[in-house]
């Protein structure tokens, strides 16, 4: 119950903000373009790589008793029935759902098909400092965005300087650093961008 108290609230002051800045803000940064704009393909792979603690369900298809929910174990391993231990630690998910269709292929069934789909990156955060109510560490999943990480860090407090907001991320082994046209975003203007696992998020102080 107070989760969502505090994530309301979090979502009513951007909106507030978002309203009482329209039309005040800078253009927006081409480095957050950039980021909006990167094939996937190019910083997925070795952003989602499984690790110990990761969440990730399994569905295999003719037997679906053969799939489901996982934590990838301290050793790096999940138990698969008829399987039993596999070592998942550094894979993708593609990678593992080649290895469990292989070996299922192999010995078990004809043709299977195996899907694989990470529920949670326990291993994996992003990161929330500055002029946010709670800044810290918070777990990564699927299609997080900017807005949901700053509402999970409780909003911005009452100094912060919301369209200074930037977000830096490392491409290619740079560190890029994009301002987030937070306004714009709430407003449905501009997309909200996608984040992944070592994302930093910074909300600068106000200087009014």
Known sequence: MSLGVRVGSGLASLVWVAWWLIGCAPPVD???????????AQVLP????????????????????????????????IS?????????????????????TSKLSADYLRSP?????????????????????????FVYEDNMSVVQAVTLAGGFSDHASPN???VVREREGKKVRAR????????G????????????????????
């Open 30 to 40: 081409p480095n957050y373009t950039a980021l909006l704009e990167a094939p996937l």
């Open 46 to 77: 070795a952003a989602s790589t499984l690790d110990s603690g990761d969440r990730l369900r399994l569905r295999v298809y003719p037997d679906e008793t053969l799939g489901g929910d996982y934590v990838v174990a301290p050793d790096g391993t």
């Open 80 to 100: 698969v029935p008829l399987l039993g231990k596999l070592l998942v630690q550094g894979q993708t998910c593609s990678e593992l759902e080649d290895a469990v």
């Open 113 to 137: 098909s195996v899907t694989c789909s990470v529920t949670a990156f326990i291993s994996k955060k992003v990161f929330v400092f500055g002029e946010v109510r709670q800044p810290g560490a």
């Open 164 to 166: 200074y907001t930037s």
């Open 180 to 187: 987030v046209p937070m306004d714009r975003i709430i407003a």
């Open 189 to 208: 203007e501009v997309e909200n961008l996608a984040l992944l696992p070592g994302d930093i998020i910074f909300v600068p102080t106000s200087t009014y």
